[in-house]
């Protein structure tokens, strides 16, 4: 991109194709491009400012226009004192344009492909400053894939160098409630603002509804309006948090009129459907209502969604969070009197698993998790059959010599020659550095190397054999377990889920973040430099998290662990907290 003027010597022997200059009836010209007329043949400067009237744009953020034609629509917005930058696609076009109305301007454009453009450093200087994106209408029926395209790369370009706010809305309870916590600290670890809206709390509340009462019909209605209030608990605390992305995990108490209403307020929604689309098949009535769905099924499963209506959707598996699953040293009493054995299992119990386990009762077997009521397994079943913590997984994971993965199924005795839904384990028993045998679920052959990184069993007496192979050889299953976590560490991490979602998110409704505006959010470090780091506010700066968020949030939480005599600036911020307080007590409306 350069200067609109600077064009014409490298233009002018361009030919003209089926570009053509036309006198317009008014007096002034237009142009065709086989047989669309690219501006009004009668009064194209008032076409013009009816088109930069109705894109109701923000004076004071700069415009990148999509399509040139003659100019009209961009001198019009020059007039209005706005910085502009075009693109256009066809270089005769642009040959017209700077030879007439764009003759002397200093407007940034760029001609070509898409790519070409988006290369330059002028084009991603321009998209940093969050440009709101205009399209030329005649340009679009022209060259659509162009304007598609352009109007992706500018949203690519402008959001990949800012700070989002994302909000992740999760469950009551279930498998999907660790995983929202996993991804709120990933998005935060990229550097974004990431809320949580933890749904948890009511599980109380809504468990006592569901066995307190004994009628199904009331405890039906009972649940329903507890789930609608959720819903719009939900719905508030999304909308007071001013995301700009809200990612919605499987089970969350959330409406399928969530996204419509969020897309109202120019937010982006996803969907993370962390479940086995059959056997949950609420996705049917949700699916197509997100801007995008995720899942952990590729294959059929995206057929099926394509079937019942939504079009953004992609595979993201689940994955491990190395600040939860890491490698844990056991004491010498904890390893002999509570995690030590030879294998384990930590799951819940499903036909599967009952059947498969019941052949392993000779060996020192370990099983932690719930529902395990088969006599057989009950002298297996460690911590009183309850639900375990992150935590306390690492240390059974730290524990077991071999770490049995296997796939839950309701319908199979052994392991499900079906099964594609990679469960989270896989993933965390590698970045706790354990040495797992692995059922070879579909698709895991491409997260993982069977041989170097993960061995797989197809059956039981497979399974015995690998038992027997690696408990004689435990070296070889220690390098094994070291080049697992390798390869969680370094390709499936929630940093690299999230990353994935905000990729495909960004790519499809960018535009629409872009247009609702993104705020500029910096650290307590970029601020510090800013402000000057010899001035008082920057050295007082200078004493908290350097990657600590400039929010007047985050700056009281700082003050308020501090002892007195505080310093000027922190006496600022804190009487700026008492104002804040202050004026939001006298907005809250006065009950009669």
């Not at 529902?371 to 911590?383: K, N, Y």
């Not at 913590?389 to 071999?402: H, L, N, R």
């Not at 499900?416 to 579909?442: H, K, T």
């Amino acid at each position: 991109m350069r200067p609109a003027r600077e064009w014409r010597e490298e233009l002018r022997s361009v030919p003209s194709g089926d570009v053509e200059r036309i006198e317009g009836r008014g007096g002034e010209p237009t142009i065709r491009v086989g047989d669309v007329f690219l501006h009004s043949r009668y009064r194209p400067r008032e076409e013009a400012a009816r088109l930069v009237d109705s894109a109701t744009l923000d004076p004071d953020r700069p415009v990148l226009v999509v399509g040139l034609g003659l100019g009209y629509h961009v001198r019009e917005l020059v007039g209005r004192d706005m910085a502009v930058a075009v693109v256009e696609p066809s270089p005769a076009v642009a040959k017209l344009a700077v030879e007439s109305i764009l003759s002397d301007s200093d407007v940034p454009l760029g001609i070509g492909s898409p790519d070409e453009i988006a290369a330059t450093e002028a084009f991603q200087r321009f998209a940093a400053r969050l440009p709101q994106v205009l399209v030329h209408p005649p340009t679009a029926r022209i060259a659509p894939s162009f304007a598609e395209a352009i109007a992706a790369l500018a949203s690519k370009t402008a959001l990949s160098q800012q700070r989002l706010t994302v909000a992740v809305v999760g469950p009551i309870y279930g498998g999907s409630l660790p995983i929202a916590g996993y991804l709120e600290r990933a998005f935060q670890r990229l550097g974004h603002s990431a809320i949580r809206v933890d749904n948890s709390i009511a599980w109380d509340v809504f468990n006592a509804v569901r066995t307190s009462v004994r009628n199904r019909h009331a405890m039906g209605q009972l649940s329903s309006l507890l789930t609608n209030t959720l819903s719009e608990w939900c719905y508030a605390r999304v909308i007071e948090s001013q995301c700009d992305v809200c990612i919605v995990l499987a089970q969350a108490p959330v409406g399928p009129s969530l996204p419509a209403r969020l897309a109202k307020e120019g937010i982006v929604s996803g969907f993370w459907f962390v479940e086995n689309w059959r056997h949950l098949t609420y996705w049917q009535d949700i699916a197509k209502h997100y801007d995008y769905f995720f899942h952990i099924q590729p294959g059929e499963f995206d057929q099926k969604l394509d079937e019942v209506g939504c079009s953004n959707h992609a595979a993201i598996m689940t994955a491990c969070d190395p600040e939860i699953h890491k490698p844990v040293v056991l004491t010498e009493e904890e390893r002999a009197t509570t995690y030590g054995c030879d294998i384990s299992f930590a799951g819940a119990a499903y036909v599967n698993r009952v059947e498969m386990f019941r052949a392993l009762t000779d060996y020192d077997f370990k099983i932690w998790g719930v529902d395990w009521h088969a006599p057989e397994l009950q002298p297996l079943v460690c911590g009183g059959g309850k639900r375990f913590s992150p935590e306390e997984f690492c240390k059974i994971v730290a524990g077991s010599k071999i770490n049995l993965n296997l796939h839950s199924s309701t319908t199979h005795f052994g392991v499900d020659p079906r099964c594609d839904a990679i469960n989270p384990r896989v993933f965390e028993i590698a970045a706790c550095g354990g040495f797992q045998l692995c059922d070879p679920c579909l698709g895991l052959e491409t997260l993982f190397d069977f041989d170097s990184e993960l061995p797989a069993y197809r059956d039981r007496a497979e399974l015995r054999t690998l038992i027997g192979h690696y408990l004689a050889a435990p070296d070889e299953g220690a390098r094994i377990a070291r080049n697992a976590r390798a390869r969680v560490l370094r390709d499936h991490t929630y940093e690299k889920r999230a990353q994935q979602m905000l990729d495909c998110l960004i790519g499809t409704h960018g535009g629409r973040i872009l247009r609702k505006g993104v705020r500029i959010q910096r650290t307590v470090a970029e601020m510090a430099v800013r402000v000057g780091v010899d001035s008082p506010l920057g050295q007082f700066l200078k004493t908290l998290p350097p990657d600590l968020l400039f929010t007047h949030e985050n700056i009281n939480e700082q003050i308020n662990v501090r002892k007195p005599p505080l310093t000027y600036p922190e006496k600022v911020f804190a009487y700026l907290q008492e104002v804040r307080n202050s004026a939001e007590m006298l907005m809250e409306p006065v009950e009669p």
